[in-house]
């Protein structure tokens, strides 16, 4: 089955600036790439995601990158908030009938002012 | 419309007891999922279901089971609960067009002692 590594576990940065979270995934037929967000005590929400005939993807503040070849997608957040605090975790899509979704470990981010 | 609802919010059991975890939906998905979540470890998958009266293992199946007699529920089963499964339980919905996200409910934090 599909494995996703995701990293850092925690990242910390200063308000304003940008923030990275890698995933890496096994299986190479996987072709959906969601991000989630859950912020403390709530539901995972998605924030942004990428099919897998797309190398790039924004939204605001926010971007996803992929790269096929090297299985692997990034997610990319700039100019920082205080409520951008949370724990992103990526995801990616397995072929077959039930679109399961694997996910990564996830990566607390806290956003410092 | 509610979107994604479970019961109970919060639940306390002692080993060797059992429980039944709800989950409903009113946005006529034809998927739906059950993952727990713990710290450092993600979002595994317990149990799918396709569709009505269809239910299909996940990566941690062991020591739970799942009903889906009507479509807009999704039933967990603990039989005999046990320390291990101390966690906290999400279901999630989708439609089956590819690509569209999961739903996910506001999940149950169960605590087995």
């Known amino acids: 089955g599909e494995n996703v590594e995701q990293h850092p576990s925690t990242l910390s940065v200063q308000e304003g600036d940008s923030a990275v979270i890698k995933c890496t995934y096994s299986?190479?037929?996987?072709?959906?790439f969601p991000w989630y967000k859950q912020e403390l005590g709530k539901r995972p929400q998605l924030i942004i995601d990428i099919r897998s005939n797309v190398g790039e993807k924004k939204d605001q503040r926010i971007a996803v990158t992929l790269n096929k070849t090297a299985k692997h997608f990034s997610l990319h957040i700039t100019e920082t908030q205080p409520e951008d605090s949370a724990v992103y975790f990526c995801?990616?899509?397995?072929?077959?009938?039930?679109?399961?979704?694997?996910f990564g470990s996830g990566t607390q981010l806290t956003v410092l002012p | 419309n509610a979107g994604v609802t479970q019961t109970p919010k919060f639940r306390v059991l002692k080993t060797g007891q059992s429980m039944t975890l709800l989950c409903a939906q009113d946005?006529?998905?034809?998927?739906m999922y059950w993952y727990r979540q713990d710290p450092g470890m993600g979002l595994r998958l317990i149990h799918y279901s396709v569709g009505e009266g269809t239910t299909a293992k996940g990566e941690v199946p062991d020591g739970y089971n799942v009903s889906r007699l009507k479509k807009q529920n999704f039933l967990l089963g603990l039989e005999s609960a046990a320390p291990s499964q101390t966690s906290v339980y999400f279901c999630a919905t989708q439609q089956v067009t590819l690509g569209v996200e999961q739903y996910f409910g506001p999940g149950t934090r169960l605590t087995v002692t």
């Open positions: 995801a990616a899509r397995q072929s077959g009938s039930a679109r399961q979704l694997t």
């Open positions: 299986d190479s037929a996987s072709n959906y």
């Open positions: 946005m006529n998905h034809e998927y």
